[in-house]
């Protein structure tokens, strides 16, 4: 207790020596003024022209995906996909209804299904906890597919969603398997936990009033604003993430540092070169700044799609990144930043190291599969 109170008195020192460290580096090769210059006049582009492009995107596929549960397509696809998720991610079939449903719109929406208990009850305890490992797979996978299409990579795009497919499947089974080992009890049932929420599922199946032309208007319509809300949540990481991300990422300009946008120290390209032949057997990159858009994965797959734009106007990127982009992207949805709150609020927080490592694995399994995937599908 003593230790956790000193540790605590040294937090502040330990933080400023960090921050100087840092901002004290870009600034020494950069000048100041240009570092600051940089941040904000970054930050203002990735607003403006990454943004804006992104919550267009939210809005839309927000409207589309109400409206496909408003008339029950969601509850067709779910049927379709239920007998694949005994022997694919050993989950009962109504988990095809939570896959659906993030791919639609993000991670979190797995756990709204979770803590109902006209779900939950379906599931063994050890699957209900992979359920976030599951769901996460899919989050945003309608936006990134939507972006990375927008681009001008439709089929790259559908070749990265098979590998994040199979990715999820990975990082499932993987999960379900460390889970047993450190908990075998939960290898019982869960006996209708959670709250008394109605599914998605439930809720289309209910008889409507209103009439068809209003049933339509307000979909899209509730869609579109669950897309701005989600376009709003964004921003935070790629304003703060993307920038700090592309300082590391892009040296300086033609004529030297100007603060212009989108310079910075190309430190994470140098640490690449080390072990580029690594990634290039991998994932296929034939660059090292490439590397940034996983990472950036790992906090938020929004703040990812942020580097897109940059690398496309660099001439970085090409149908096989798209792919291991969309894999990779998809797949890993921002769950360092999302699976302690998840499994949270299903009341599991000690498994929380054991879904995470599950999920590291199944996401570079999914951009090593989507690579090799391009590269096959090239031959033909």
């Excluded at 379709?80 to 079939?93: E, S």
């Excluded at 439930?202 to 579109?224: H, M, P």
């Excluded at 660099?314 to 096989?320: C, K, M, T």
């Excluded at 798209?322 to 302690?340: E, Q």
Aim: proline fraction near 3%; aromatic fraction near 12%.
């Amino acid at each position: 207790m003593k230790q956790k109170k000193s540790s605590r008195k040294l937090e502040p020192l330990y933080f400023l020596i960090v921050f100087f460290l840092l901002f004290g580096s870009l600034g020494y090769v950069m000048g100041t003024p240009n570092m600051l210059n940089t941040l904000m006049n970054t930050a203002y582009s990735l607003l403006i022209e990454t943004v804006f492009y992104i919550m267009g995107i939210t809005v839309l596929s927000g409207a589309l995906g109400k409206i496909l549960v408003e008339f029950g397509v969601v509850g067709i696809l779910e049927k379709l996909l239920r007998p694949l998720m005994k022997p694919l991610w050993n989950l009962p079939g109504v988990a095809a209804l939570g896959g659906v449903l993030t791919f639609l719109s993000d991670n979190p929406a797995i756990i709204t299904l979770a803590n109902d208990r006209n779900f939950s009850k379906y599931f063994k305890r050890y699957q209900l906890i992979s359920i976030t490992n599951f769901g996460t797979a899919f989050g945003m996978g309608l936006v990134v597919i939507v972006f990375m299409a927008g681009r001008g990579f439709a089929s790259a795009a559908i070749i990265g969603l098979v590998g994040a497919f199979i990715g999820s499947m990975i990082s499932t089974r993987i999960s379900q398997k460390l889970i047993l080992k450190a908990k075998p009890e939960f290898d019982t049932f869960v006996a209708g936990e959670g709250s008394q929420q109605k599914t998605q599922e439930q809720e289309t199946e209910e008889v409507k009033e209103e009439g068809l032309f209003l049933r339509i208007l307000n979909s899209l319509l509730d869609g579109g604003k669950q897309g701005v809300e989600l376009g709003l949540a964004i921003i935070p990481g790629v304003l703060i993430i993307s920038t700090f991300v592309m300082m590391l990422t892009f040296g300086p300009g033609e004529n030297g540092y100007t603060g212009a946008a989108y310079e910075g120290i190309a430190l994470l390209p140098a640490i690449a070169e080390k072990l580029d032949f690594i990634f290039d057997w991998l994932f296929g990159f034939k660059s090292p700044e490439l590397l940034a858009f996983p990472m950036t994965s790992l906090g938020a797959v929004g703040a990812a799609l942020g580097l897109v734009p940059k690398f496309q106007a660099s001439g970085l990127i090409d149908g096989n990144a798209i792919a291991v982009f969309t894999a990779m992207g998809m797949c890993w949805s921002g769950y360092l930043s999302t699976h302690t709150a998840m499994l949270d609020s299903l009341g599991y927080r000690d498994l929380t190291s054991k879904a995470i490592i599950a999920h590291t694995i199944g996401g570079l399994c999914a951009g090593i599969i989507a690579h090799w995937l391009f590269v096959l599908v090239g031959l033909f």
